[in-house]
């Protein structure tokens, strides 16, 4: 099992950008595919970006392609979503989750983390 814990959430203008990381715990890191998810308010949860355990494949939302990008590095067992041109409607709980194998569906990924807050205000 893997603990994730993500940080680097706060309130931003639009057009601007923030980082954020989520941390995980134990060894094994390397072996996960690595995703981001978001839930805006009285929305569902929606895929936002996925990556594979080596970092050479990734996958994208339409609604975030061209602004946010996907990273990991291993030796820090770390995962980061550089979001950049943010829109209002980027407004959610952000959450990084791990899985078997990169994925947009959230039934795919087997341990999720607490959630960090990402406000964008016109």
């Known amino acids: 099992q893997v603990q994730l814990v993500e940080s680097g959430g706060g309130l931003v203008q639009a057009g601007g950008s923030l980082r954020l990381s989520c941390a995980a715990s134990?060894?094994?890191?390397?072996?996960?595919?690595m995703g981001w998810f978001r839930q805006g308010p009285g929305k569902e949860r929606e895929f936002v970006a996925t990556?594979?355990?080596?970092?050479?494949?990734?996958d994208y939302a339409d609604s975030v392609l061209g602004r946010f990008t996907i990273s990991r590095d291993n030796a820090k067992n770390t995962v980061f979503l550089q979001m950049d041109s943010l829109k209002p409607q980027d407004t959610a709980v952000y959450y990084c989750?791990?899985?078997?194998?990169?994925?947009?569906?959230?039934?795919?990924?087997?341990?999720w983390g607490q959630g960090t807050q990402v406000t964008v205000f016109s």
């Open positions: 990556i594979s355990r080596s970092g050479g494949w990734t």
């Open positions: 989750a791990a899985g078997r194998r990169p994925s947009s569906g959230p039934g795919d990924y087997t341990n």
């Open positions: 134990g060894r094994t890191f390397s072996i996960y595919a």
